[in-house]
Structure formats: structure tokens, C-alpha cells
């Protein structure tokens, strides 16, 4: 039986690299995956997905795979969706579909909340609706696991705006909770 998996983290906990590396182990094993992003990340440019250690894919958008035929989605063994917290309720549902009546699993990754400790809608849903749900860790500059994703920018942690912010220059930084509340960067930051 398939099943919708959900890997979330905070920043740098490896998602993309992940998703890239279940990809190959489909790969390699002489399977096809699929690999998709929403559009609106747009980060990377058009249709890839890139890692911080440099490993990087062609991908398709996951809003033209919501019109792919059962035929073409049968003709892969796995779909991988990466920065999956832009996805839409909607667009959980259909990868649920996937699931249910196509027999292919469906693997996400993404954020869990933003930086207001907010669930994205992707992140809502596919936390209602996924059979698998496991957490990426990684670590705040304390040491402590680092849960919460603090936007900043040269004038400290920002804490009002939109919940996506293209174009932006703030930047974001993964912080273990106590941290995010005392809007504590780290030592590299004063
Ligand atoms: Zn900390």
C-alpha cells in the first residue's frame, strides 16, 4: 500500500537534500521519481531543486502536476515534493488522491510553521491527512534542537509581515524555541 509521507523540519534540517537523495534511491534501483515543487518558490529559479551542498534536480511545478493524467503519474514508482508548506489544501488532497487511487506513494518535505510559529496551509493539511509524519532535526547555536524559523534582517528578528515574503532581503535562521522568543540570533549576531 502507498502512503503520504510528511518530513518536516525548521531551516537547513536537510529537507532538500533528502528529497533529492530519495529520489536517486528510486534511481538507482532503475525506478522513476518524480519531483516537484510549488511554484512559488522560486528561490532556485525555474524548475529545480538545489541543496546547500550543491546537489540539484530538474523538477516540475506541483501545480502542472495536478494535471498530469493517471496514465503519466502511473509511469513513476514515486513522486517527491519538495518546500511543500507553499502547497495548497487543495493540492494535498489531490497528492492524497494520488495515494488512495494510483497506488504511488507521495514523500514531502517542507517547513512545519513560519516564522510566527504558524502552520503554513501545506504544513495544516498534510498534517491532518498524512499516514506518515517524521520530523528532520537540526540545531539552534546553543545546541538545542532547533524548532522554530526566525525571519531577520540587520536590524534583529522580525516578528510582523507576510507569511511568504518574495523579494525580500530578510533572511531566516533556525532557532531552538527559548531563542526565538528572546529573539536571540546567536553569538555572531549583537
Ligand atoms: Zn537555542
Known amino acids: 500500500m502507498a502512503k503520504l509521507y510528511y518530513y518536516y523540519g525548521a531551516m537547513g534540517s536537510s529537507k532538500t537534500a533528502n528529497a533529492l537523495m530519495t529520489r536517486f534511491n528510486y ?61 495548497t489544501p487543495e493540492q494535498i488532497d489531490r497528492l492524497s488522491d494520488i495515494v488512495d487511487f494510483m497506488d504511488v506513494p507521495v514523500v514531502c518535505y517542507g517547513l512545519r510553521a513560519d516564522f510566527q510559529n504558524r502552520l503554513f496551509p501545506g504544513s495544516q493539511r498534510l498534517i491532518a491527512v498524512a499516514d506518515c509524519i517524521k520530523e528532520l532535526k537540526t540545531v539552534c547555536w546553543c545546541g538545542k534542537k532547533a524548532t522554530c524559523n526566525a525571519r531577520y534582517n540587520e536590524r534583529g528578528i522580525v516578528r510582523e509581515g507576510e507569511q511568504v515574503m518574495l523579494g525580500s532581503n530578510d533572511e531566516y535562521i533556525a532557532l531552538c524555541r527559548k531563542h526565538f522568543k528572546m529573539g536571540m540570533l546567536g553569538p555572531d549576531f549583537s
Open 27 to 87: 534511481e538507482e534501483i532503475g525506478q522513476k521519481a518524480l519531483l516537484c515543487k510549488p511554484k512559488l518558490d522560486t528561490r532556485d529559479g525555474e524548475r529545480k531543486v538545489r541543496s546547500r551542498i550543491g546537489l540539484e534536480e530538474e523538477c516540475v511545478f506541483l501545480e502542472d502536476l495536478m494535471h498530469y493524467t493517471e496514465e503519466e503519474i502511473r509511469r513513476y514508482q514515486c513522486i517527491v515534493v519538495d518546500e511543500v508548506q507553499f502547497a
